[in-house]
């Protein structure tokens, strides 16, 4: 039995995350098409969606690492984190319903960068590791 024969429980449940946040994402695109068609809709929709797959990607690789899983896994947390305030926010005020808190989306967005930035930091792991 190889490390590979069963994927570990954080990484599912980041998966499982990502499969909903991309289900998010398709169901505020079709709101933008024909209920809410504003651009706030449409750039929360992306956002889900572009995000969700990445997320996946950050999970696969936390997986597959023997030396950075644990910056995969923040880089995922810290992502889908950081997406769901930014685009819930956004989407919330597509809606005319407020706002989820004040700053949500900036906080989100900043949430979001850091992912970013710590996939660059466990890939660099990884690297020097290797």
Known sequence: MTRFDKTPRAELGIAAAAGLM????????AVAAHKVPTPAMASAAQMLMVH?????AIAAWAVRSTTAGGWWRAAARAMLLGVA???GDIALRGFE????????APIGGSLTILAWVLVAVAAAVEWVRS
């Open 22 to 29: 991309g289900a998010a994402g398709v169901a505020l695109a």
């Open 97 to 104: 319903a407020g706002s989820l808190f004040p700053m949500a």
């Open 52 to 56: 969700a797959v990445a997320v996946l």
């Open 85 to 87: 305030l930014f685009a």
